[in-house]
């Protein structure tokens, strides 16, 4: 027997399925990643016609069916969608990577609301018109942080020097940190791309009014953590849309 739940989702991706249905791929807060149908969303009459949109957040109501049959999506209400059209080429990449990294990240236990609730926080940041890249690149550390994979980065774990204002290196397997004296220079991060690190470690999204990242804090940065990632989360590529915008750069 099935029974009617309510929940928080955002759209990750869709599928036709028949003439006028869609398979809905969500984030849910609190049932985590899982597929969905959507019976005559195609129809243009339909009240859930154009609601799917990738991206989009808002309030679902499913009936839960037994035996790992397709939920079914009695309702959903999104809130304004992301503007892929303003957003720029950049911007809609990093969205698109954000989504597939966080949909990959979601494992189906407690930290799920976390996982939902960044997700949330992300958008918003893409949306106000922050940086794209360190929008994205504190998406990576919060998710790392939240599985204690992200190192502290104050002191050298060799010598304890304190690490403000030089330049330092992470080991991505042991997550060893190293003060630009005692590592062996592979793989160095600027004083720069050091000191816009610790600020998106430290203060997420609510720190990045105003914060620019450049050209060359980006790749070593985002070489950083994606390393970090390739070691540590199961299941883990590049997303597909990074690998569009390095290409297309």
């Known amino acids: 027997m099935s029974g009617i739940l309510k929940d928080r989702a955002v759209i990750l991706k869709t599928w036709e399925y028949g003439e006028t249905s869609l398979i809905v791929s969500a984030l849910t807060r609190s049932g985590g990643r899982a597929n969905f149908r959507a019976k005559g969303a195609k129809r243009a009459k339909s009240p859930m016609h154009g609601r ?7 309030d679902i109501v499913y009936y839960d069916k037994p035996g790992g049959a ?12 992301f503007d892929s059209m303003e957003a720029g080429f950049e911007r809609l990449c990093i ?3 954000g989504l597939e990294l966080a949909g990959r990240a979601s494992a189906g236990d407690e930290q799920e609301g976390a996982v939902f609730d960044l ?3 992300f958008i918003a ?5 922050d940086d794209p890249w360190a929008v994205f690149f504190v998406l990576e550390t919060t998710l790392l ?5 992200m190192p502290e980065i104050e002191l050298c774990d060799r010598c304890k020097k304190e690490l403000a204002g030089c330049g330092f290196s992470v080991n991505p397997t042991s997550g060893a940190v190293e003060c630009d ?3 062996s220079g ?9 000191a816009l690190l610790a600020r998106m470690a430290s203060a997420g999204f609510t720190g990045l009014r105003g914060l620019k990242v450049t050209a060359q804090a980006r790749r070593e940065i985002g070489t950083l953590l994606h390393r970090m990632l390739t070691h540590h989360m199961d299941g883990y590529r590049l997303p597909g849309s990074l690998g569009v915008l390095k290409g297309a750069g």
């Open 186 to 194: 592979e793989g160095t991060l600027s004083p720069e791309s050091c």
């Open 70 to 81: 397709l939920k079914l999506i009695k309702e959903f209400s999104a809130g304004p969608p």
């Open 119 to 121: 997700v949330e926080a």
């Open 145 to 149: 942080a939240a599985s204690g994979l």
């Open 181 to 183: 004296g005692c590592t």
């Open 95 to 97: 969205f698109q990577a």
């Open 52 to 58: 799917f949109r990738t991206g989009n957040v808002g």
């Open 125 to 129: 940041g893409l949306t106000a018109g």
